[in-house]
């Protein structure tokens, strides 16, 4: 794993964007002196809140499923990587380890934090990442935001309820 230019953090907590209103997952490091905010789906941020709260659904939920699969194969996720910023885009890599051999996946920043949060598995930024993100936050307007890390279970059903086909529509 090329990982000596990458620095550990962990998942801080989810927001809201006030204006978008789309949820964001913060990655925060262990001295809590950098943090990396990453614009998410609600799909997405439901996957890290049900996990980080230990809300166990009645039947498995995708990154449960791709969890059981990985662990059914004896595949180890070794450990998961923002690997890239390019056209405000995060790009990330799931590191595996089958055997003697491992393995990197491409993957969205939200499947392979959910998938890190349910292996209790490390995550990683790269440096050259959290730079560029710096530029790109000192670049747009500052804005509070709204907490959502405390979200009870009715609450995101409440919110689940409220959305409609249109919400699920990402812009490409």
Do not use: C
């Amino acid at each position: 794993m090329a990982l000596e230019n990458a620095i550990e953090m962990v998942v801080g907590g989810l927001t809201l964007d006030p204006v978008t209103k789309s949820p964001i997952v913060i990655l925060k490091d262990r001295e809590n002196k950098l943090n990396l905010p990453i614009w998410i789906g609600l799909l997405e941020a439901t996957a890290m809140a049900t996990e980080l709260e230990g809300i166990k659904m009645a039947r498995p939920m995708t990154h449960d499923l791709l969890k059981n699969i990985l662990e059914e194969l004896s595949v180890q996720v070794e450990a998961i990587e923002i690997s890239d910023l390019r056209e405000n885009t995060y790009f990330a890599t799931i590191h595996l380890r089958v055997g003697d051999e491992t393995l990197q996946i491409d993957a969205r920043p939200s499947d392979a934090i959910s998938l890190a949060l349910r292996t209790k598995s490390p995550i990683y930024v790269q440096k050259h990442v959290l730079e560029r993100s710096s530029i790109l936050q000192e670049s747009q307007e500052q804005t509070p935001t709204t907490d959502i890390s405390n979200v009870s279970r009715d609450q995101w059903a409440d919110i689940l309820e409220k959305l409609s086909p249109e919400d699920f529509k990402y812009k490409m």
